[in-house]
């Protein structure tokens, strides 16, 4: 069993620990704390050598070797992740570090179960990605017992606008509650977490910002004509290969004389010859029948 722990507002919870694993705290233990994910190259700048840091990282980071040292590993993900590739699972089994997980999992010694109903049930439940419950665990941490009250973001930069766009809100949420407790929170150089274009209202009086600003807006009203005529293309070509597969269906029924309103004789058609009169030859001959 874990050892009970008080936290104000929440009562008695139970402290990380594991039947076969270590043991230490729910909540971290030092003023300051570094939280590690993939992104080069700040992954490899952590304070892994100085001991006034607690580290945190995501499990898949134990893959690297300039990921000198963790004290907490995450793993958030189903089980059914990490049970269909052994490779995964392996390093998961072999983890020394307390080892955070969606549940606990006897074969896997040093797992325990993320706090998901404290976590949950005192704040937004608004988790886009892994990071975000390292960030509302440490946030939770300090607001119960005034530790960590500074972090630092390694490996973490969140600047691909496709991949990241819907998990970086969610970030930078954390972030600001963590802010606005009284917490400090040190980014990485090179990402784009809390950033923007200029502030607003100073940076459009720039005649140049403008101008920029103006021709942007007309490539992307270009742009948006384009795919509008593309897809109005699209659409006709569409249409004109339905036409022309529905035309060649009837063609080989009347090709084959399925088609009644086109049957002739085969016999007719192989003796005889269609004769087409102009109006004057068939006056004359209706002349000559006269005589």
């Known amino acids: 069993m874990g050892k009970k722990t008080d936290v104000p507002g929440v009562g008695k919870v139970e402290a990380y620990m594991c039947p076969s694993g270590p043991v230490g705290p729910l909540l971290c233990q030092k003023d300051k704390l570094a939280m590690v994910a993939t992104a080069e190259p700040t992954r490899g700048m952590a304070p892994y050598t100085d001991e006034e840091f607690e580290l945190w990282g995501l499990a898949v980071t134990q893959t ?30 072999d983890t020394k570090e307390p080892l955070y997980m969606l549940d606990r999992h006897d074969d896997i010694p040093t797992s325990m ?18 990071l975000t419950y390292l960030l509302a665990l440490a946030y939770h941490s ?30 930078e949420y954390w972030i600001g509650l963590m802010e606005g407790a009284g917490m400090t929170v040190e980014l990485p150089d090179g ?13 459009r009086y720039n005649p140049i910002c403008w101008d920029m600003r103006q021709r942007m807006s ?27 597969k529905e035309l060649d269906h009837w063609l080989l029924k009347v ?26 030859e068939q006056a004359a001959r209706e002349k000559e029948g006269a005589l």
């Open 64 to 93: 690297f070797d300039d990921v000198k040292r963790l004290d907490v590993v995450f793993e958030m993900h189903t089980a059914e992740y990490f049970e269909r590739d052994p490779n995964v699972k392996k390093r998961l089994v």
């Open 113 to 130: 179960k993320y706090p998901m109903d404290i976590i949950t049930g005192l704040y937004r439940q608004y988790h886009t990605s892994s």
């Open 142 to 171: 300090y607001c119960t017992t005034g530790k960590p009250s500074h972090v630092e973001l390694y490996g973490i930069h969140m600047a691909a606008r496709e991949e990241y766009q819907d998990q970086r809100p969610a970030v």
């Open 191 to 203: 990402g784009v977490l809390l950033t923007g274009n200029g502030l607003y209202g100073l940076e």
């Open 218 to 244: 007309a490539l992307q009203m270009g742009l948006n004509d384009a795919v509008t005529a593309i897809k109005q293309k699209e659409l006709q070509q569409a249409r004109n290969w339905g036409a022309i």
């Open 255 to 280: 090709q084959r004389g399925e088609y009644s309103g086109f049957k002739r004789d085969v016999q007719e058609e192989s003796t005889e010859a269609a004769v087409i009169e102009s109006p004057e």
